[in-house]
């Protein structure tokens, strides 16, 4: 089955710190892949995406992702935390079945930056 | 600003009632979607729909209804067949078509509950 994982239900950093969030897939064929952000009663916002090339992707608000495609993995980094960042964090997988774009989601990850 | 907008914020549910949540793009957005989050779990895909007039069911169809009478707006009720409602709604929109590689724009969501 087609699936997304992560595997920290929860992630603490001190501010000014890396934070890493860990996302791992199983899927069929070449994956593109995309990491969400969502704030306290709010919409999914799109942080950045992988589709093909370099595999260190960049995105918003100083975030940035590595694809590793032996490792089945898109890890979300970044190299300073800010306490703003705190949030959860979706990572998806994008699969063209049955006629139609689904995403296929993992089960969040919280991060929590303290100051 | 072009985005996507969800209705009301806040809903609650008596027993046997029918309650329908909004969602309204103007971002001319071909497809959307509405997902059911709830805490641990993810997003989970209810329906989606490609064009006006098209719609079909996704892993948790059971328990609602949906229609796209007009390109923009992609109601969805929760009727009185789904037994545990209680929940975050989320509405999105792509206008990636057949193409896998976009991401889904978010509208603010619905939280459902029960009295």
């Known amino acids: 089955a087609q699936s997304v994982a992560q595997p920290e239900d929860q992630v603490k950093v001190a501010e000014g710190n890396p934070l890493t969030v860990k996302c791992t897939y199983s899927v069929s064929g070449n994956p593109y892949l995309f990491w969400y952000v969502q704030y306290p009663n709010r919409g999914l916002q799109f942080l950045l995406k992988?589709?093909?090339?370099?595999?260190l992707v960049k995105g918003s608000y100083g975030f940035e992702a590595e694809f590793n495609k032996s490792q089945t993995s898109f890890h979300l980094k970044k190299p300073s935390a800010l306490v703003s960042d705190s949030a959860l964090y979706f990572c998806?997988?994008?699969?063209?079945?049955?006629?139609?774009?689904?995403?296929?989601f993992g089960a969040g990850t919280r991060l929590a930056v303290h100051p | 600003d072009g985005g996507i907008t969800q209705s009301p914020k806040y809903l609650f549910r008596k027993e046997g009632q029918n309650v329908t949540l909004s969602c309204e793009q103007n971002l001319n957005h071909d497809a959307m979607y509405w997902y059911r989050q709830d805490p641990g779990q993810g997003l989970r895909l209810i329906y989606y729909s490609q064009i006006v007039n098209d719609f079909q069911k996704g892993d948790i169809a059971e328990g609602y209804s949906v229609s796209r009478e007009k390109k923009e707006s992609f109601p969805l009720t929760v009727t009185s067949a789904q037994k545990n409602p209680t929940a975050f709604y989320l509405c999105?929109?792509?206008?990636?078509?057949?193409?896998?590689?976009?991401?889904?724009?978010f509208g603010d969501g619905t939280r459902l509950s029960i009295l």
């Open positions: 998806a997988v994008s699969l063209f079945s049955g006629g139609y774009n689904k995403l296929i």
């Open positions: 999105a929109s792509t206008g990636a078509g057949l193409m896998n590689n976009q991401p889904q724009h």
């Open positions: 992988y589709i093909t090339g370099d595999n």
